[in-house]
């Protein structure tokens, strides 16, 4: 079956802590992963994905086949990084096409 | 000012009726699909289009409809036979069969 999990509701830290937002998944062909965040009163946006290998607002994240997970990460977090994180995988659908398989979130609060 | 616009941002609706929730992008996005966003479960596809005058259902469909007259518009109505319609629903486009999604800002949708 096609899943992503977010294990965590909430993850609450202090300003200058390390963060590490959960993800696994399951997919039985090769997955492409992304993180999707939505700060307060803005539409959900692409944070990164795991093909570009790219550090966005400090953030990385990187995809463990073995341990089918890709845990978003940043070594000092901000005020500025509250907000909602969506991981999600895409996955095949008929004819071709792809779509999105959404986790159920994960709230980051950064607290002062 | 490029991008998708999701109308109205609140809606109403008395149980058995049909009611209908825009989307239109000037992105010029092949793409474009519908989510729900419920919380603790993050978003479900609910139907998704390639391109014009052709939609496919998503993991959630039952319930609603969609048409894809024109490349830019992409509506979605919620029929009486949805049978818990309160949620908040997100449109997104996106280039080719797969490349970064584009959201709306949302409509929220609540059932007296």
């Known amino acids: 079956a096609q899943r992503v999990t977010q294990p965590e509701k909430l993850l609450s830290v202090f300003k200058g802590a390390p963060v590490e937002l959960k993800c696994n998944y399951s997919?039985?062909?090769?997955?492409?992963l992304f993180w999707y965040v939505q700060y307060s009163r803005q539409r959900l946006q692409l944070l990164l994905r795991h093909i570009s290998r790219e550090s966005i607002k400090g953030f990385t994240a990187d995809l463990n086949k073995g341990e089918t997970s890709f845990h978003l990460k940043k070594p000092f977090a901000q005020e500025e990084d509250s907000a909602m994180y969506y991981c999600a995988l895409s996955a095949a659908l008929s004819g071709g096409y792809n779509k999105l398989i959404f986790g159920a979130g994960t709230r980051l609060a950064v607290h002062p | 000012d490029g991008g998708i616009t999701q109308s109205p941002k609140y809606l109403f609706r008395k149980e058995g009726q049909n009611v209908t929730l825009s989307c239109e992008q000037n992105?010029?996005?092949?793409?474009m699909y519908w989510y729900r966003q419920d919380p603790g479960q993050g978003l479900r596809l609910i139907y998704y289009?390639?391109?014009?005058?052709?939609?496919q259902k998503g993991d959630i469909a039952e319930g609603y409809s969609v048409s894809r007259e024109k490349k830019e518009s992409f509506p979605l109505t919620v029929t009486s036979a949805q049978k818990n319609p309160t949620a908040f629903y997100l449109c997104a486009s996106s280039i080719e069969r797969f490349r970064e999604l584009f959201f709306g800002e949302g409509s929220r949708l609540t059932v007296l």
């Open positions: 289009s390639q391109i014009v005058n052709d939609f």
């Open positions: 997919y039985s062909g090769s997955p492409e």
């Open positions: 992105l010029n996005h092949d793409a």
